[in-house]
């Protein structure tokens, strides 16, 4: 139930647990639209695979869930 750029994030998360995503970098990184950037990091939230962090008044990122790897074993 994932997408190829999905994939993507939960690799790029799983070899640096210490990642911080923002959904412009995700838009950057795959030359998508915000919303689908967005849509793509909502979609691992509800997979319970990342977390979103309010930083500031406007800026918000996406971390590793405590329970990341186990989660990823779900999807296999």
Do not use: C, H, S
């Not at 750029?5 to 795959?30: D, G, L, M, S």
């Not at 979609?43 to 590793?64: A, F, I, S, T, W």
């Amino acid at each position: 139930g994932i997408n190829e750029r999905q994939a993507q994030i939960i690799q790029w998360v799983n070899e640096e647990p210490n990642k911080i995503i923002t959904a412009r970098e995700v838009e950057t990184w795959f030359g998508i639209a915000n919303q689908t950037a967005r849509n793509d990091l909502q979609g691992l939230m509800d997979l319970k695979l990342l977390e979103l962090r309010q930083v500031n008044k406007k800026l918000r990122v996406y971390v590793r869930t405590a329970d990341f790897d186990e989660q990823t074993k779900k999807l296999k």
